[in-house]
């Protein structure tokens, strides 16, 4: 999964496999190997799709200004496909959004 194939909903268009799309919204994503031993966990779900400027002013990887989405994952994380830097990068939520924002 690379940042641009991330739409600004949330939903993935492989750029391997024509025609395949799945919003990511509930579903269960592969963890980096670095969460994986902290977790323990191998996949988490999507609980939000939010609007990348709602979490970030400046994107945490090249310090460019963000776009597209962020995705809210169960364990608070959060992963923002970084369009800007093309980087897929994994943030802890510090502040614990609620869901209901």
Known sequence: MHPNEID????W???IHEGIEL?????K??????LKKES????????????VID???ICPNCNSSPYGPVLMVEGGW?????????FML????????PLDV
């Open 8 to 11: 600004d909903d949330g939903t």
């Open 13 to 15: 268009k492989s750029d």
């Open 23 to 27: 919003n990511l919204l509930g579903e």
């Open 29 to 34: 994503i592969p963890l980096p190997d670095n």
């Open 40 to 51: 323990g966990d191998t996949h988490a779900e999507v609980l939000a799709v939010l609007n």
């Open 55 to 57: 979490v970030f002013t």
């Open 78 to 86: 959060y992963m923002y496909p970084a369009k800007c830097c093309d």
């Open 90 to 97: 994994w943030v802890k939520n510090k502040n614990e959004i």
